[in-house]
């Protein structure tokens, strides 16, 4: 038998302690790494692995009017939620849900009994009511939630319908503002967590984590619901009275670029957008639509000959004949028989074609073009609404002489709405070319406070204030003594430009009588505060023209909407002419202080309608120096 030496011996029993030293050490070391660094991801995936989740949608972001007027809140539309393995008696279960959601029983069974960790009824069980909410809550039904949730909430309506748009069934934005700026006003999901074994069941011992979910901001227009609710009215009564196959207005803040009015029809219900045709909700037409902008567009060829000091208003004529001849082609004046001689102001108060096509010649092809590409033509404003196009213009190697005359008086260019507006607010405000903008400000929704403001963007300077001047003076005279004098508003500056377009058909002709009519209005006339464009396609059962349709109801837009935004009205504007069968308004003399007897000889063209008793005068309506049309009631009151 081999005998081990004692040395022998103890190096073993050395190498086994140091092996298992080292063993010992690798075991340590993995439970310290899993204990220290792996415990959270571990810890997460247990956690995971056992919790269940209900979430709790976020109160999405109320979108308000300037002055702080809600467009659009939220409501109270709970949803149901079941996890299936906590039913403790699915047929009842079932039975129950199917009575109050109004669903067959089968398939609310089918809900409760589904392989699943949470399931959601859908769509019976979404955006509920209050009451079925309540009905459930009662029934304390094992394994049935009851989840917080809203539906959006339009207080007006139709009213603004696509500017706001709409969400849908996950109030997710769909369309308009809600779409635009849905990632800001949608906020962050919650959910409450609780734990369950692998059957499904409840752990008691484990308390539920609830995560509170984050409310979207709130977004301020720059909308005023005084002028929004003025252009929705005479839109309506336009729809009513023409019976359109369209109709838009616009009205922005000519130094700022701010939209603080905006509508077209038809229009749609934002909460009801399923019961009207897709063409109707997805296209805001005041951005979305292209048309041939007819005569508003002279302001674009005024303003760029006046700043290249090719035309005198007052000292410059042209003959009109009732046409002119271009490279062989020849181009109506909408007067029959023309308007003879006329000062290059007269061309402007008539809209006379052939007179802004010797304008267009003056500027020549390349400074007509290089100013309607300043005045921002052939290019997205910037708005901050979907949906925006961009116009069609002629490519370069298109323009011949016929090309070039067309496009000085707005036919053979399509532009949109928006753009329209913002080149003549820039015609206007001294030159500046704004960035039209409707987004205000963002807001806390809890305490109301501004987060972040928006703020307007000077794009360009397309003329001098001297230019401008001159196009408010011209255009003040359109209103008052040429085609545009339905706008005209007793007590307020306002000019204008009247535009009539023919329209193209789906062969690529003109249409015989299918106009778009429309009116570019501003005031006051000096100096501008608001600019208002209405267009309106096709009217029916009148005289298609700008001046007959399009100019009273921006008059009417401007007459209610000047004082509501503090306007104060002034006399020192150009006088109205007038041509039969009309009448001049009739000044309302002061008659407070008067006796009934010294009444008589001051009411020649009024009527008078007296109250109280008494000898003397002490009250009227309207006011001294208020005109009014002959024939009209001044109410007095009668006291000693």
């Not at 190498?15 to 415990?39: H, K, P």
């Not at 405000?429 to 409707?438: A, E, K």
């Not at 306002?494 to 501003?522: C, E, H, L």
Request: net charge negative; proline share 5%; aromatic share 8%.
């Amino acid at each position: 038998m081999k005998r081990v030496s004692l040395v022998t011996v103890r190096k073993r029993l050395v190498a086994v302690f140091l092996i298992s030293m080292l063993l010992f050490a690798v075991i340590i070391t993995r439970l310290g790494y899993v204990q220290f660094v792996l415990a959270d991801e571990l810890i997460s995936k247990a956690e995971s692995s056992w919790s269940r989740d209900i979430t709790f949608e976020p109160e999405r972001g109320s979108i308000l009017d300037v002055t702080g007027d809600v467009l659009v809140g939220n409501q109270s539309a709970p949803t149901v939620m079941v996890v299936p393995r906590q039913v403790s008696n699915p047929e009842q279960t079932a039975k129950a849900l199917a009575d109050i959601l109004n669903m067959s029983e089968d398939k609310a069974l089918e809900h409760v009994t589904k392989q699943i960790s949470i399931e959601r009824i859908h769509p019976e069980g979404r955006k509920i009511t209050e009451a079925q909410a309540q009905s459930i809550q009662s029934l304390g039904m094992d394994g049935v939630y009851v989840a917080k949730d809203s539906k959006r909430h339009y207080p007006n309506g139709e009213y603004l319908s696509h500017v706001l748009g709409f969400t849908g069934i996950d109030n997710q934005g769909l369309m308009g503002l809600e779409a635009f700026y849905d990632e800001r006003l949608s906020g962050k999901q919650g959910e409450l967590s609780f734990f369950a074994d692998a059957k499904g069941k409840r752990m008691p011992d484990i308390a539920d984590v609830y995560q509170p979910p984050e409310d979207g901001d709130d977004l301020r227009l720059t909308i005023d619901h005084r002028v929004q609710t003025i252009i929705e009215r005479e839109l309506d009564i336009a729809a009513e009275k023409y019976n359109p196959d369209s109709a838009i207005a616009i009205a922005v803040e000519p130094d700022t670029g701010r939209v603080v009015g905006m509508s077209s029809r038809p229009d749609f219900h934002p909460a009801q957008y399923q019961e009207v045709a897709a063409d109707v909700y997805n296209r805001n037409l005041p951005v979305w639509s292209t048309y041939e902008p007819g005569s508003t567009f002279k302001i674009i060829t005024l303003a760029s000959a006046l700043e290249e000091d090719l035309v005198d208003l007052n000292d410059d004529h042209f003959h009109d004949s009732g046409s002119i001849k271009v490279d062989g082609a020849k181009l109506h004046c909408w007067k029959g028989g023309g308007h003879g001689s006329q000062s290059y102001l007269e061309v402007v108060q008539n809209s006379c074609n052939p007179g802004f096509v010797q304008l267009g010649q003056r500027l020549g092809k390349e400074k007509l073009f290089s100013y309607i590409d300043d005045f921002g033509f052939g290019s997205k404003t910037g708005i901050d609404l979907e949906g925006e196009g961009t116009g069609i213009m002629f490519k370069p190697e298109q323009i011949g002489p016929v090309e070039q005359a067309t496009t000085s008086f707005g036919q053979g260019v399509s532009v949109t709405p928006i753009q329209q507006v913002m080149a003549v607010a820039a015609a206007i405000n001294g030159g500046y070319l704004y960035q039209p903008y409707i987004l205000d400000a963002w807001l806390d929704p809890v305490t109301g406070d501004v987060i972040e403001e928006n703020k307007p963007e000077l794009k360009d300077r397309v003329i001098s204030e001297e230019t401008s001047k001159e196009v408010r003076h011209a255009l003040e005279s359109v209103v008052a003594q040429g085609t545009g004098k339905g706008a005209y508003v007793e007590g307020y500056r306002v000019g204008g430009k009247t535009g009539t377009a023919q329209k193209v058909g789906p062969d690529g002709q003109y249409m015989d009588n299918n106009y778009i009519v429309s009116f570019m209005g501003f005031a006051p006339a000096d100096d501008p505060e608001l600019v208002v464009y209405v267009a309106i396609d096709n009217p029916k059962g009148t005289v298609q023209f700008g001046g007959v349709v399009a100019s009273p109801i921006v008059g009417a837009i401007m007459e209610d909407s000047l004082p509501a935004l503090g306007v104060k009205p002034r006399k020192d504007g150009l006088e109205k002419e007038y041509a039969w069968p009309e009448e001049p308004l009739v000044e309302v003399p002061d008659l407070v202080g008067l006796s009934k007897k010294e009444l008589q000889t001051y009411m020649v063209d009024l009527k008078v309608e007296v109250n109280g008793e008494g000898t003397e005068i002490i009250e009227q309506t309207p006011k001294a120096g208020v005109k009014v049309e002959t024939g009209a009631t001044v109410r007095i009151h009668l006291g000693n």
